[in-house]
């Protein structure tokens, strides 16, 4: 929720490359939790991070 919350504030008042960067920023990030996390917790990040990837092909840059 948090994470949404500070795309939704970077989407309105940010350029195309930081919104890109941003985007691998995040995906090194959800990498790094699927890693950690036990293996019932996986498909959660997994299905979080397809919403974010989702979220970013729906708001135009």
């Known amino acids: 929720r948090f994470l949404i919350g500070n795309?939704?504030?970077?989407?309105v008042s940010s350029e195309d490359s930081?919104?890109?960067r941003n985007l691998n920023y995040?995906?090194?990030?959800y990498l790094r939790?699927?890693?950690q996390t036990s293996e019932q917790?996986?498909?959660l990040c997994v299905y979080m991070f397809i919403l974010l990837l989702v979220?970013?092909?729906i708001t135009p840059f």
Do not use: D
């Open 7 to 11: 795309l939704r504030i970077q989407n």
């Open 18 to 20: 930081l919104l890109k």
């Open 26 to 29: 995040i995906f090194r990030n």
């Open 33 to 35: 939790v699927v890693s």
């Open 41 to 43: 917790n996986v498909f």
């Open 55 to 57: 979220y970013y092909l």
